[in-house]
C-alpha cells in the first residue's frame, strides 16, 4: 500500500531557482494539503484543496503556488526560492475536506521532502 | 485565537519507564483531538482520537485522556521501547470552519 508518495526526498537548489515538489496520492481522497516542518515552529498549512480542481491558501501561501488537475496529484511549486522556504515538506491527504464532511479530520501523510536553498 | 500547547518541548527517558505527555488548548467549539506519532525523517502518523464525550482511550501501551472542561489532553506511555524514541503532535479539530490547530510537538527520547 502506497499511500502518499513524495518527490524528490531531498533537494538542494539554488536561490532563484524554480522547484516542484511532487506529491501522488493512491487512496482516492478527496482532499490533499501541503505542510512545511520547521523546527519550533511545528506544521504549518501551505495550500490545500478539498476537491479536484479547487485549491485554497493555508497560514504561510506566500512564494507557494499549488494546482489539482485530478484526484490522485497535487504539485507544490516555488517559482523562485529563497532560503527561507529551506524545509521538511509534507504532503498529506484525507478523505473529505477537514472543515466539511470529515468527521475524524484524520490526516494521511508523505514521507517528506527536504528541500534546501542556498 | 486557537492554539495547542505541548509540554514538555522535549523528554529522555530510559527504557522500560513511564511518562506523559501534556496538551492544552483553546480551540472553540471543540470536534475533536488527535495525537500522532512522527518517526525520525518520516511523516506523522495517527496514534488516536479523543471526541468531546471520550475521557480515557488505549492503544497497546498509549494511553490518551481528554478533560474537555480544563482543555487538556495527556498521552501516557507505559513501559516504554527504543522505538517510542519520536516526537508526539497533538492536533485539535475545531473553530468556526472545523480547521486544524497544531501543537509544535514533544520530542521523546527513550535510552537503554
Known amino acids: 500500500i502506497a499511500g502518499i508518495t513524495q518527490a524528490p526526498t531531498s533537494q538542494i537548489l539554488a536561490a532563484g531557482r524554480r522547484m516542484t515538489l511532487r506529491c501522488t496520492q493512491d487512496?482516492?481522497?478527496?482532499?490533499m494539503y501541503w505542510y512545511r516542518q520547521d523546527l519550533g515552529l511545528g506544521l504549518r498549512l501551505i495550500h490545500y484543496?478539498?476537491?479536484?480542481?479547487?485549491?485554497g491558501k493555508g497560514e504561510v501561501p506566500d512564494g507557494y503556488s499549488v494546482s489539482r488537475a485530478n484526484t490522485d496529484d497535487f504539485p507544490l511549486t516555488l517559482a523562485s526560492a529563497v532560503p527561507s522556504q529551506t524545509s521538511v515538506y509534507f504532503c498529506?491527504?484525507?478523505?473529505?475536506?477537514?472543515?466539511?464532511?470529515?468527521?475524524?479530520?484524520?490526516?494521511?501523510f508523505g514521507e517528506g521532502s527536504r528541500l534546501t536553498v542556498l | 485565537k486557537n492554539q495547542v500547547e505541548q509540554s514538555p518541548q522535549s523528554l529522555i527517558i530510559l527504557e522500560g519507564k513511564n511518562c506523559t505527555l501534556q496538551c492544552n488548548y483553546t480551540v472553540s467549539p471543540f470536534s475533536n483531538l488527535r495525537w500522532y506519532k512522527q518517526d525520525t525523517g518520516r511523516g506523522p502518523v495517527s496514534l488516536t482520537i479523543?471526541?468531546?464525550?471520550?475521557n480515557t482511550k488505549s492503544n497497546g501501551r498509549y494511553t490518551a485522556t481528554l478533560d474537555a472542561d480544563t482543555k487538556q489532553s495527556s498521552l501516557h506511555i507505559t513501559a516504554s521501547q527504543l522505538s517510542d524514541s519520536a516526537s508526539y503532535i497533538c492536533?485539535?479539530?475545531?473553530?468556526?470552519?472545523?480547521?486544524?490547530?497544531f501543537g509544535k510537538g514533544t520530542l521523546l527520547t527513550v535510552n537503554p
Open positions: 479523543m471526541t468531546f464525550s471520550e
Open positions: 492536533v485539535v479539530r475545531g473553530g468556526s470552519n472545523y480547521k486544524l490547530t
Open positions: 487512496m482516492r481522497h478527496n482532499a
Open positions: 498529506a491527504s484525507s478523505p473529505a475536506g477537514i472543515a466539511g464532511g470529515s468527521a475524524t479530520g484524520e490526516l494521511f
Open positions: 484543496s478539498n476537491t479536484a480542481g479547487t485549491t
